[in-house]
């Protein structure tokens, strides 16, 4: 194998992230729409341990990169309130709807292609979605270049909003699965994350000072669902909520809370989640 043909392959591994957006205030008076759809105007990313693959090109410029940003049909690992399936045929209906980046670590100053400009070419095969960069002949694009080449770079990301999904439970677990996309932001390789030991490391540390974990996920889950909870997990939510003030209280009672407006821009994740578990707890 060549240096300009260069391949790592690694175990497929999906881990999440949900991307808020900013600058809007809601009411709290009623359940935060983030929390109720993980889709349907709220951004998420994905990443995975795919193989990426550098080829020479006859122009002389950066390699290409090639790989699957995406796979159909592979159950992701617990995402921590469920697990989620893509179904094949997802990404079809956005490309049309997309002009879609390719970039490094989702950086929008480090571009390594687009799709309106053919730089990057998007489809699905029967594995997933396949992205083809040709990134221009900038540093930045070579460095890219040579951190994958290094192993530096070794997943695969993207950035996307649903227009479609569904849920069931499956042997005790919800299960989500992505029909079709709607926007298809970016694609790109990405320094792999290590969130499962972080997921490890909260779950622990969250046993340790007696919230429920599996509990609390559950909860948020039938939220998600907009299913009504029981008098059981508003018990786990009131209880994991004491835990929330404890570490910081912005309210020991409510009616502070359901009075107010919050930007959510300018509210710390920890004062959303206390907002969103004490309006879990008392919906």
């Known amino acids: 194998m060549s240096d300009s043909s260069h391949t790592h392959s690694l175990v497929s591994n999906f881990h999440t992230h949900s991307i808020g957006s900013s600058g809007h205030t809601r009411k709290l008076d009623s359940p935060i729409p983030l929390f109720r759809s993980q889709g349907r105007g709220s951004k ?21 990169i090639k790989g699957h940003s995406a796979v159909f049909n592979s159950m992701s690992e617990d995402l921590g309130f469920f697990k989620e399936i893509i ?9 049309a709807r997309s002009d879609t980046f390719a970039l490094k670590n989702h950086d929008e100053n480090l571009i390594l292609g687009r799709t309106a400009n053919k730089t990057l070419l998007l489809h699905e095969d029967q ?11 900038t540093q930045a694009a ?25 849920w069931r439970t499956e042997g005790g ?6 029909i079709e996309i709607d926007q298809l932001y970016d694609v790109g390789p990405v320094a792999y994350p290590a969130y499962r030991a972080t997921d490890i490391n909260a779950r622990a540390l969250m046993a340790d000072t007696g919230v429920d ?14 299913l009504d909870l029981t008098a059981a997990d508003r018990d786990i939510i009131r209880r994991a909520l004491a835990v929330f003030a404890e ?25 959303l989640r206390q907002q969103y578990l004490w309006l879990l707890a008392n919906s």
């Open 44 to 64: 998420e990313r994905r990443s995975l341990l795919e193989p990426i693959t550098l080829e020479a090109r006859a122009d002389g410029g950066p390699d290409t």
């Open 87 to 95: 179904r094949p045929g997802a990404f079809a209906n956005s490309f």
């Open 127 to 137: 594995r997933g979605l396949f992205m083809e960069a040709m990134p221009p002949d």
């Open 142 to 166: 070579r460095d890219a270049v040579i951190e994958i080449r290094s192993g530096l770079l070794t997943g695969q990301s993207f950035t996307f909003t649903v227009m479609n999904d569904s």
């Open 173 to 178: 677990i919800e299960v989500r699965e992505i």
């Open 213 to 226: 974990f599996e509990g609390l996920s559950a909860a948020f889950v039938k939220r998600f669902r907009g």
């Open 247 to 271: 570490v910081d209280p912005i309210s020991q009672a409510g009616e502070k809370v359901t009075k107010m407006e919050t930007p959510v821009a300018q509210a710390s994740g920890l004062e």
